[in-house]
T-cell receptor
């Protein structure tokens, strides 16, 4: 079955430290990959996406992610965490095989940034 | 600003009552979706619409209905609310289902059924 796994429901980092949020998916077909961010009491906002081309993609707020087909991963990173990065982060994968397109969501990772 | 408007922002509803959550988009997106978000369960798709005039069932459609009379509006109706429908509901849209451009989300409706 198609699935998206976010390793770690809660991640805590210190301000200025590296942020690494993990996302793995199951697929035999190259997918579209997304990261969304949800700030408290708000809707989800697209952070970045991979569709084709360069496997390292850059998004808003200094975040980037690398698509690694061999590892079926799309981990999200940011070199230096800011307090404002505290939010819920969701990985989503569009398994775009033929007409059976379906967006599968990970369960989310809550990022806390400590001063 | 282009986007999705959801109403109401929050609501407390007595069990057994009927309620319609409204969703309007101004981006001329073909596809629209309703999700519910519950702690520990992530986002679960309730219903979707690939284009005006068509709808489909998602993962958790029971107790909910939708309609898509035009491109812009996609209301979600709870015919007879139950406490298990207490949740935060998000409407979203995309250019097409499976779009590589991603989804745009509304700000959500927080519903409490008592």
């Amino acid at each position: 079955a198609q699935s998206v796994t976010q390793l770690g429901s809660h991640v805590s980092v210190s301000e200025g430290a590296l942020v690494l949020l993990r996302c793995n998916y199951s697929s035999s077909v190259p997918p579209y990959l997304f990261w969304y961010v949800q700030y408290p009491n708000q809707g989800l906002q697209l952070l970045l996406k991979y569709t084709t081309g360069a496997t390292l993609v850059k998004g808003i707020n200094g975040f980037e992610a690398e698509f690694k087909k061999s590892e079926t991963s799309f981990h999200l990173t940011k070199p230096s965490a800011h307090m404002s990065d505290a939010a819920e982060y969701f990985c989503a994968v569009n398994f775009n095989a033929g007409n059976n397109r379906k967006l599968i969501w990970g369960l989310g990772t809550s990022l806390a940034v400590n001063p | 600003i282009a986007g999705i408007t959801q109403a109401p922002t929050s609501q407390i509803l007595a069990a057994g009552r009927r309620m319609t959550l409204r969703c309007t988009q101004d981006m001329r997106h073909n596809a629209m979706y309703w999700y519910r978000q519950d702690l520990g369960l992530g986002l679960r798709l309730i219903h979707y619409s690939n284009t005006a005039g068509t709808t489909g069932k998602g993962e958790v459609p029971d107790g909910y209905s939708v309609s898509r009379a035009n491109t812009d509006d996609f209301p979600l109706t709870l015919a007879s609310a139950v406490p298990s429908q207490t949740s935060v509901y998000f409407c979203a849209s995309s250019r097409d289902r499976g779009s590589p451009y991603g989804y745009t989300f509304g700000s959500g409706t927080r519903l409490t059924v008592v």
